[in-house]
């Protein structure tokens, strides 16, 4: 199984900050990973898929890069809607996706 | 626009199964595999196996293999996700999520199942 590491688990930051959270996978995976973002009580939601293109209707200020191993999703300036979890997951291999274990993004 | 809505509520005794359904509209059904993913309380997601209704294969993830069953009624464009021998650790919210063709990220949710097993 592809297993996928994402840090930091935890994060503090503020307002306008701009934030980082990396993933990596136990072997390639190419362009085959995806970002979601989840709020308390609701379904997740999809933010980056293919490693660095944007979900219609995700705002701007979220990017993805990476290629292979080494992933991270950027958020250039803290919004208060953005205080959530973001999980990473490669779907690379269709007999077992697998999710990093999450990053919550907490206020400062 | 595309809408996955999934069957309500469930409590169950351990060792019983539970069967949840996951309804499409909005969208070409058979065409896009569907997943099914947990999360246990105040844990990550877990994918759990997926199905392509249009061939009616489906594969699961290994941990679950043996006691999850998934499948599709392309009449009625729903999923089901069938789970068995349930424990105290099978707790937890039941999503099932289209995958889109691609790269397969999974672009539609449902709105998530609670399952309770509890004696």
């Known amino acids: 199984d592809i297993q996928m590491t994402q840090s930091p688990s935890s994060l503090s930051a503020s307002v306008g900050d701009r934030v980082t959270i990396t993933c990596r996978a136990s072997?390639?995976?190419?362009?085959?990973l995806n970002w979601y973002q989840q709020k308390p009580g609701k379904a997740p939601k999809l933010l980056i898929y293919a490693a660095s293109s944007l979900q219609s209707g995700v705002p701007s200020r979220f990017s993805g890069s990476g290629s292979g191993t080494d992933f991270t999703l950027t958020i250039s300036s803290l919004q208060p809607e953005d205080f959530a979890t973001y999980y990473c997951q490669q779907s690379y291999s269709t007999e077992m996706y697998t999710f990093g274990q999450g990053t919550k993004l907490e206020i400062k | 626009q595309v809408q996955l809505v999934q069957s309500g509520a469930e409590v169950k005794k351990p060792g019983s199964s539970v069967k949840v359904s996951c309804k499409a509209s909005?969208?070409?059904?058979?065409?896009?595999?569907i997943s099914w993913v947990r999360q246990a309380p105040g844990q990550g997601l877990e994918w759990m196996g997926r199905i392509i209704p249009i061939l009616g294969i489906a594969n699961y993830a290994q941990k679950f293999q043996g006691r999850v069953t998934i499948t599709a009624d392309k009449s009625t464009s729903t999923a089901y996700m069938e789970l068995s021998s349930l424990r105290s650790e099978d707790t937890a919210v039941y999503y099932c999520a289209r995958e889109r063709d691609g790269y397969n990220p999974f672009d539609y949710w449902g709105q998530g199942t609670l399952v309770t097993v509890s004696s």
């Open positions: 909005g969208g070409t059904f058979s065409s896009y595999a």
């Open positions: 072997q390639s995976i190419s362009s085959y």
